[in-house]
């Protein structure tokens, strides 16, 4: 049998995070996650990251240890914080699990929009971020350069410093920040669920969702906040938490249960665009996604839940997961267009019997 294989080696960064995870059983994880990164020591208030102060804590390293403005990040239940590294199909990392709201919105706010109180949709569950200037390792990494380096001087430690820079794998970290509410705001009246059983399901979609952010960002080397990535994403969520994929689930999410008729306040109306799309234009949208979707459901029920056997080609794949990466990947190489054309079908099983062969002499990177 062939075995798909992906490179997911841990990044650097995972080092340090276990050792938050371990100091969060013993103080919890807002106090050890408090200690070591600077935007947890503000609160969220209009104008902050344009002070002196703030810029010299979250840009030059500065300890906050005597700054007034240092007043810290007001959670409501920072007692339900939960911090864990994860294993995604990408590799380890970091997941904060908020069990409040408002909360999550601070975090939010705090690592992604420099503790500004800027707009968090309440469609928003989940927040991947990546570029995190950590200043907690970028000190771990002086304190051991001086130790290799005695007696070194201030203006050493500057062009030190210098060299350091370019090498971001060193001091920036990828994370991901996660609400426990509903999927996408959608309540489990809504989707006919019990409310416990709903909440189960939405954290699997939710976690999920960022898994494969994450994965077509390790593999592509990017990561498109774009309505085609959501659909996958959402797909992957869906298929990991009941076994297969419902167009009925996807398009209540975004807002189009009652198509042609769309809910405002759904998801959808996050992929608009800035400048928007003209109101001709965003119907065009909604049936495409649509009719992906459409697609896409009949794919999964041909082919997402074969375990061994490919019955349209001769491949053999060891297991779901297996099936699952290569789907993903065959689906990151289609258009909204392409995926909502006729021919969806034909182009998925395409690309995965492309990258099926590729990954066999090759191996993917």
């Known amino acids: 049998m062939r075995q798909i294989t992906f490179n997911s080696c841990t990044k650097p960064h995972i080092a340090a995070w276990e050792e938050y995870t371990t100091a969060s059983k013993e103080i919890g994880a807002f106090e050890a996650l408090r200690r070591v990164l600077v935007q947890l020591r503000f609160p969220i208030q209009e104008g902050i990251s344009q002070t002196e102060v703030y810029r010299s804590a979250t840009r030059k390293g500065v300890s906050v240890d005597d700054m007034a403005e ?6 409501k239940q ?3 914080l939960q911090l864990e590294v994860h294993q995604s199909l990408a590799g380890a990392i970091p997941v904060l699990l908020t069990g409040n709201r408002e909360d999550f919105v601070s975090l939010v706010q705090a690592l992604t929009m420099r ?4 707009l968090v949709p309440a469609s928003m569950g989940a927040c991947i971020v990546v570029g995190f200037n950590n200043w907690d390792r970028i000190h771990r990494y002086r304190k051991q350069w001086q130790q290799n ?11 030190e410093f210098k060299r350091l820079i370019p090498q971001k794998e060193l001091y920036q970290d990828e994370l991901i920040i996660l609400s426990d509410g509903d999927y996408s705001n959608v309540s489990a009246s809504d989707i006919g669920l019990l409310k416990q059983e709903w909440r189960r399901l939405s954290l699997t979609i939710r976690l999920e969702h960022e898994f494969t952010h994450y994965f077509t960002r390790r593999l592509f080397n990017s990561m498109r906040n774009n309505l085609l990535d959501e659909l996958i994403a959402d797909y992957r969520g869906i298929v990991a938490a009941i076994g297969h994929y419902r167009t009925d689930w996807f398009l209540r999410f975004l807002g189009l249960e009652s198509f042609p008729d769309y809910r405002q306040g759904g998801r959808l109306q996050n992929y608009r665009g800035q400048p928007p799309l003209s109101d001709g234009a965003f119907k065009i949208l909604q049936i495409l996604v649509k009719n992906a979707a459409e697609n896409l459901q009949r794919f999964d029920a041909l082919n997402g839940n074969l375990d061994q056997t490919d019955t349209t080609t001769s491949h053999q794949l ?3 997961s297996n099936r699952q990466t290569l789907i993903l990947i065959a689906l990151t190489c289609l258009t909204l267009e392409e995926l909502a054309s006729e021919e969806a079908n034909l182009r998925i099983q395409k690309n995965m019997d492309q990258f099926y062969d590729r990954s066999f ?3 993917i990177k």
């Open 70 to 75: 240092a007043t810290g990040l007001l959670l």
């Open 78 to 80: 920072p007692e339900k």
């Open 115 to 118: 503790n500004e109180p800027s």
């Open 149 to 159: 380096f005695a007696n070194c001087s201030e203006d050493e430690w500057i062009e």
């Open 318 to 320: 060891t297991d779901k």
């Open 361 to 363: 002499t090759q191996g």
